[in-house]
């Protein structure tokens, strides 16, 4: 992650949440026109669409990031271009983040872990299935619901990121809980990801166990920064949602080379339908004004990471 | 559910986590011969032991409960058998759960639940998708992400289970953290859970809104029995992780008819894969050995809730 932001010169991560609704016109019609079954239908328009933000987008940015819910909407046909979508955006030296959110007890995150970052047993044959570079984990059943996926890291190289303060309304609900010692159980997961990663921290001062940081919550964000130093943070809720780039300059650190790192801020709705705002392009170039927004966000962080 | 414990006479919910590696051979090798890819096939020999075991038990328990982990695992092919497993569940009469653990912030939390248990949006037309009778739920992201699962259980007359306190070794990571006022992180997902609920309470004194309570923390479902009088409990943790049937007897209430609910219980490798431990029957018979593994778990609850 920090080469290909490094490289890129950006730290943006576009949230590929495709909404069908939202899909131009001329994409869903074609799908439409191409497929009897409404469902493929749906998958196909997906897909199109994706393909189109990524051709946009990818020398600009580091990193793409799949949201599941809005493919596994369509049933088998959606899980399979969300799996398209992944080998499209690797295909185009993307790295990928499969927005998942999974997380059970151990053998069970064992079986998640190995089809999201692993490989799966097929009749005594090891097959990759989605095969993304990383992916999210919830923390609630905690650690050996997440072991199998820390392991499955260091086998194939991959990575995760744990929620840890999240970027919606009620997140204080369970996370800004406050223990008897005066800390909040964000911050204790923030301790817990901080000793789950120490006896693997790479040659650039990051674990493969990242947090998921909201934009919208700047205090706490630096608070985790202090705690997690060798954690690389997803950071949401900027644009859309509310943050912006000044509430995400907690999330970074100066490393050794002077460079502003640790982390990768996403945005979805703000980048892949930036076509709804745009002055310039219409639906029909959605994917320009995907380029665009992206060009403007990049500029956004930095300048205020300067 | 109530009604369906009631008329079964069982509180027993079966899980359907198959295993590929123990399938019986006969069902893995007619998948093999009828299907060249290896995914189709493994999805094949899943649905045809499913089904085996869903028609040797339906007349006995009133729900089965499939875990998604272990058919995302192969790819497409694995969701059109988890679709196709609760179809085929519930026209046999049983209640499904979809045992998915989804968790989102609001707006992906409401796609879950339109694919879980509501309907989709398809081009203008209203289709479902998954139509489980009920999920599990993941609590990390607080109200907002539960929300639109409560919205569809309304809607569509449905039911959702919330992780509360989970069966697992280190589920005390998270969920037994001290508050300053002493109450543990669980005890508050369980009032929270009690309060959600307490507008939306059936007949039978039930609100849509159940909570995941595992076997093997008797002490914790006791408290939790106390603080959510109206929830269904979904218990994991009986049989192979270690939970006794005294164990589960402190997740049931005894209602105003003197009948003994409340808790479903919850087991998965014990059942479906009975033939490994059955002294009867080998794997050729293995729809059997989880008959009679089911007849036991009933006589064994039926006993100790007496």
Redesign the interface.
Known sequence: MYDACVSKGSCVCVGL?PR??KIPSQI?ERA?SKNKN??K??AEAVLEFNKGIIDAVYDLVPVVKP?I??Y??????G??VF?ETIEYAKSKGLITIADV??????S??E??A??FLGE????G?K?K??DADAVTI????????IKPFMEACIKYGKGMFV?VK??????????D????D?KA?YE??GH?IDSWGADDIGKNGFSPIGAVVGATYPDQSKRLREIMPNSFFLV?GYGAQGGTAQDVKNCFIKDSHDVMTGAIVNSSREIIFAYEKSEKYGEKEYDKAAREAVMKMNEDLGSALK
Chains 1, 2 share one sequence.
Request: with cysteine; aromatic share 12%.
């Open positions: 949440d069908l609704d869903r439409i409404t469902f239908a749906a949201q819910a809005f596994e909407m369509f049933g088998e046909e899980i399979r799996r959110k999974r997380n059970d007890i151990g069970t995150a079986a998640y190995n089809a799966v047993d097929l009749f044959e097959v299935v989605f919830t923390p609630y059943l905690g650690w050996d619901g929620l999240t970027s919606n309304p009620s997140s204080g609900d369970v996370q809980l406050c223990m008897k005066s159980v204790i997961m817990y949401p």
